[in-house]
C-alpha cells in the first residue's frame, strides 16, 4: 500500500510521518518572517488534508538559529562621528536588505535612540531584552532605552561589563549581522566585549587630524591584540563646503585617515565631509543613509565596501 504523503513535497519539509489517520509533519522555517511562516503553514496543511487517508495534521515548525556578524565599530577618542556614522551604517546595510541589529555600548552616552528616533522601552521577559524595532528597518538595544533622559549612570567597570552582557544576550531575531557601537577608548567596556562575544571583525572611525589618528592607532591595537581582524577605517569630518558661499577647506586637515590605513595595511572604507545637514538630521532622528541624495549615497558606499571585506 503506497504512502499517502510520499506527493508531499517542499524543500522545507524536514520530515514526514502518517499514524492512525495523523499527518506529523516537521517545516523549516529559518530566515523567514512571521507572515512567511504563517503563509507556508497554511499551506502545507491544506495540501495535507487534501491527500488521501489524513484525518488530522500536524505541523512542527523550526528554525536554525541565525549565524550572526558581529561587528564593532570603535574609536580611539571621543568626538570623532562614530556613533552617527555606526547609526547610519546600519540603516545603509539595511536598505541593502541585510537584517541588522544595533548594540549601543557606549554606556555612559547612549545617543542611538535619538539618532534612530527609538522606542522609550524594549520589551523584557524572563529577564531577558527584545530588542526594539525602529522604523528604519534596524533593531536596537541601548541604555539610553532604559534610563530617564538625561539621567546619569554612576557605574563602575563591573556594572557597565555587566549591562553590556545583557544587552549582546538580548533577543535579535533573525538578525544576520550585528553592529556594535562601542564607547571611545580602551577600557572596560571594549575588554567586555572582547570577552563575551568577539567580533568577527572592526571598523575604526577617524577625523584625518594627527591626534585623531594617534588614538585610532590605540584602538586598531587593542583590536589586534584579540586577533580581532580589523575591517577597515573611515576618515569622518573630511573637509568642509559651506553652504553660503561654496568655498571648500578642511579644518580638520585631509585624507590622514587614508593615508594612516595604507601605511597599517588596513582597508580604507571611504570618507565623510563636515556637515551641517547631518548634525541637524542626526539631532531630529532621521538618518541620512535613510534617505536620497549625496549623503545617503556615501554611506551606502562605506557599507558596500564593508560588506565586500567580510569573511565568506
Sequence with gaps: ?????????????????????????????????????????????????????????????TAAKPQRTVIAVGSGKGGVGKSTLTANLAVALAKMGRRVGLIDAD?????QP??????????????????ADTRFGVKLLSVGQLVPPGQALAWRGPM????????????WGDCDLLLVDLP????????????????????????????????????????????VPILGLVENMAGYTCPHCGEASDPFGSGGAEASAARLGIEFL??????????????????????????????ASIARRLLETLPA
Design 270 to 299: 571611504g570618507r565623510l565631509p563636515l556637515s551641517a545637514s547631518l548634525r541637524e538630521a542626526s539631532d531630529a532622528g532621521r538618518p541620512p543613509a535613510a534617505g536620497d541624495g549625496p549623503a545617503a549615497e556615501a554611506f
Design 160 to 171: 557597565a561589563a555587566g549591562a553590556l552582557g545583557q544587552l549582546i544576550d538580548g533577543e
Design 114 to 131: 535619538t539618532l534612530l528616533a527609538a522606542p522609550d522601552r524594549p520589551r523584557a521577559e524572563k529577564e531577558k531584552l527584545f530588542a
Design 184 to 227: 571611545p577608548g580602551t577600557g572596560d567596556v571594549q575588554l567586555s566585549l572582547l570577552q563575551k562575544a568577539r567580533p568577527d571583525g572592526a571598523v575604526i572611525v577617524s577625523t584625518p587630524q594627527d591626534l585623531a589618528l594617534i588614538d585610532a592607532a590605540r584602538a586598531i591595537d587593542l583590536f589586534g591584540k584579540a586577533a
Design 1 to 61: 500500500m503506497s504512502d499517502p504523503l510520499a506527493s508531499l513535497d517542499d524543500p522545507r519539509l524536514r520530515s514526514k510521518r502518517l499514524a492512525d489517520g495523523i499527518a506529523t509533519l516537521v517545516v523549516d522555517s529559518t530566515g523567514l518572517g512571521k507572515s512567511e511562516r504563517i503563509a507556508l503553514y497554511d499551506a502545507i496543511e491544506a495540501r495535507a488534508r487534501a491527500l488521501p487517508g489524513v484525518t488530522d495534521v500536524r505541523i512542527a515548525m
Design 107 to 111: 554606556i555612559y552616552g547612549p545617543s
